[in-house]
C-alpha cells in the first residue's frame, strides 16, 4: 500500500528542530493544499494542536501529522524533504500528482484539481 506521504528524515529533524526553537514541542505537524498561486494550489505546512473531525493522522520518524481529506487527495505518494546548500534551506515537495507549477516552484496543479489560480 502506498504511503499517504513520506517525510525524509533529514526534513524530520528540521521540523523537530523548528518545533523547539518555536517551543511547539508536541504540536502536531498539519500539511495542507489550498487553492492559490500562480498555478492553483499552493502548499501549507504548519503547527496544529488539534486534529479535526476530517483529518487523517499518521505518524513518521516520531511526529505526528495530519492531512485533511481533501488535501490527502492531491497528496497521495508526495515526498516531503529538506534540503540544506551553501545559499540556504528549504523543504523540497515532490508531489507525484503534480502535473504543471509556476516558475518559481511554490505553486502547482494536478489533472484533476486545477484550484484556483492567481496572479503572482
Known sequence: MEQLITITESAALQIKDMMKNNEEEGSLLRV??????CSGLSYGLGFALEVNEDDMKIEQHGIEIVIDQESAAVLKGTV????QSMMGGGFIIDNPNAIASCGCGS??????????????
Open 32 to 37: 495542507a493544499v489550498h487553492g492559490g498561486g
Open 107 to 120: 505553486s502547482f496543479r494536478t489533472a484533476t484539481n486545477a484550484g484556483k489560480p492567481e496572479e503572482c
Open 80 to 83: 516531503i524533504d529538506y534540503k
